[in-house]
């Protein structure tokens, strides 16, 4: 049987994506947490009952420090869940595992490096645009890949 199919913790591309699932996950959470801690601390909520709670907060939706951490966040909903699909089914096509491994770390180190130029500390262009475009192409690499192997 091919490594590829071991789905047990002998499959060191298993392990692998299942740490980098784990810190995107973590990352995501985290991004969240970012946006509550900048609403609280500005006192800028989207709801009235989260602002009602707060003496001297108020509804605001268009907070630009509150909305670039909420673009962060949703830019990561929009990327890292089609990266987990994909990524497990690359498993699948039993890759070179080096080449796996550094496009497993690879979007992993863009994201969190998005997240960095983005919401945590603003960095002109284009340094968000080249994180965001090598998590891209290489969701974009593996799914031709699966495609391929699968097709």
Request: a positive charge; charged letters at 20%.
């Amino acid at each position: 049987m091919s490594e590829a199919f071991d789905l047990s913790n002998n499959n060191p591309l298993l392990s692998l994506y299942a740490r980098n699932a784990s810190i995107l996950v973590f990352k995501m959470f985290g991004v969240a947490a970012l946006t509550g801690k900048i609403r609280h601390s500005k006192k800028k909520f989207a709801n009235i009952e989260d602002a009602k709670a707060i003496k001297g907060a108020q509804v605001d939706t268009a907070d630009e420090d509150v909305e670039r951490v909420r673009r962060a966040h949703l830019n990561d909903l929009e990327n890292i869940p089609p990266f987990l699909c994909i990524s497990f089914l690359y498993i699948l096509t039993d890759p070179e595992p080096k080449l796996a491994r550094n496009l497993f770390l690879g979007f992993t180190a863009a994201r969190i490096c998005h997240t960095l130029v983005y919401a945590v500390k603003p960095v002109r262009q284009p340094a968000r645009g080249l994180c965001y475009g090598v998590g891209l192409a290489i969701t974009c690499y593996m799914a031709t890949k699966v495609i391929k192997h699968f097709w």
